[in-house]
């Protein structure tokens, strides 16, 4: 079974244009999460989405960030212009709606520098 | 405050060392607790969840939960080179089987030969 993939792995921009990571959860897994790791601290949450609708937004920092699960599926994060403090990993998760033991599995990540 | 403590390290030891982690956090409602293990360029691996106070072993690990002092644990036992990674440990409030993950900053930890 595969696993949670993420596009681009790194991704190198300036400051003012757009970027736009994409995360592809396991499969039938209708709980996508996106977090993010900037340099030095921990892993923040970001958003929760249950099949297409988001059930979650309270970690998005501002309205530059757009997230989007178009028909519950694969997922995208957009940030839109990217300011120097956007660098960091970006990380996708994905879980079943499965009682208290449910499990997050996270991808590799994507690397964002805004330069 | 973060919500949840955990020293950075970095930690080195000796192959065979056991192993001490430890997080500490403030938010009573996170009742779901879990350590996850990232190799370097990796994803975060979920390692051991625990949801009541006590010990859980599985092999050469055993997480440890003391809801009264809002404090866990992790113990490697044995520990081998291939458990160089950051470990990071991760809370989960009560109330739904799913949600946000609140996490410590991880701790490096190093095995050498």
């Known amino acids: 079974e595969a696993g949670v993939t993420q596009f681009p792995s790194h991704s190198v921009i300036e400051k003012g244009q757009t970027v736009t990571l994409r995360c592809d959860p396991i499969?039938?897994?209708?709980?996508l999460y996106w977090y993010r790791r900037v340099m030095g601290k921990e892993i923040k949450f970001l958003l929760h989405?249950?099949?297409?609708?988001?059930?979650?937004e309270s970690g998005m920092p501002n309205n530059r960030f757009l997230a989007e699960r178009t028909g519950g599926t694969y997922s995208t994060l957009k940030v839109q212009p990217a300011e120097l403090e956007d660098s960091g990993v970006y990380f996708c998760?994905?879980?079943?709606?499965?009682?208290?033991?449910?499990?997050?599995?996270f991808g590799p990540g994507t690397r964002l520098t805004v330069l | 405050q973060k919500e949840v403590e955990q020293d950075p390290g970095p930690l080195s030891v000796p192959e065979g060392a056991i192993v001490s982690l430890n997080c500490t956090y403030s938010?009573?409602?996170?009742?779901?607790f879990m350590w996850y293990r990232q190799y370097s360029r990796k994803g975060p691996e979920l390692l051991m969840y625990?949801?009541?106070?006590g010990n859980k072993e599985d092999g050469r690990f055993t997480a440890q939960v003391d809801k009264s002092s809002k404090y866990i644990s992790l113990f490697i036992r044995d520990s081998q080179p291939s458990d160089s990674a950051t470990y990071l440990c991760?809370?989960?409030?009560?109330?739904?089987?799913?949600?946000?993950?609140?996490f410590g900053q991880g701790t490096i930890l190093t095995v050498h030969p």
């Open positions: 998760a994905s879980s079943q709606r499965q009682g208290p033991t449910d499990t997050q599995y």
């Open positions: 499969s039938g897994h209708d709980n």
């Open positions: 989405f249950v099949k297409e609708s988001k059930q979650d």
């Open positions: 938010n009573s409602a996170f009742q779901y």
């Open positions: 625990t949801y009541s106070s």
């Open positions: 991760a809370m989960r409030a009560g109330g739904t089987s799913y949600g946000k993950l609140t």
